[in-house]
């Protein structure tokens, strides 16, 4: 499925952590906490996620999730 979370580089297992059957990690630099725009106002592109902890947040999403800013695997790769 094109645009989805599965065929994105940006869709991973996050280190340390047990994934669901069907969630990974989003890693796309859109997805942004408090932490990350202290001295610049974030972009209209960008998703501002707050999180009660000092660590950087983290999306999860299913395989089958659509996102306009789908980065796509290289040819031939699949995850």
């Given at each position: 499925?094109?645009?989805?979370?599965?065929t994105?580089?940006?869709?991973?297992?996050?280190?340390?952590?047990?994934?669901?059957?069907y969630?990974?990690?989003?890693?796309?630099?859109?997805?942004?906490?408090?932490?990350?725009?202290?001295?610049?106002?974030?972009?209209?592109?960008?998703?501002?996620?707050?999180?009660d902890?000092?660590?950087?947040?983290?999306?999860?999403?299913?395989?089958?999730?659509?996102?306009?800013?789908?980065?796509?695997?290289?040819?031939?790769?699949?995850?």
């Amino acid at each position: 499925m094109k645009g989805r979370c599965s065929t994105c580089k940006n869709w991973s297992i996050s280190e340390g952590w047990e994934p669901y059957k069907y969630h990974r990690a989003c890693k796309c630099k859109l997805f942004l906490n408090e932490n990350d725009f202290r001295d610049e106002e974030p972009s209209s592109e960008t998703v501002l996620i707050e999180d009660d902890y000092d660590s950087r947040a983290e999306v999860y999403s299913g395989a089958d999730f659509g996102c306009i800013h789908h980065d796509p695997l290289p040819e031939g790769e699949t995850k």
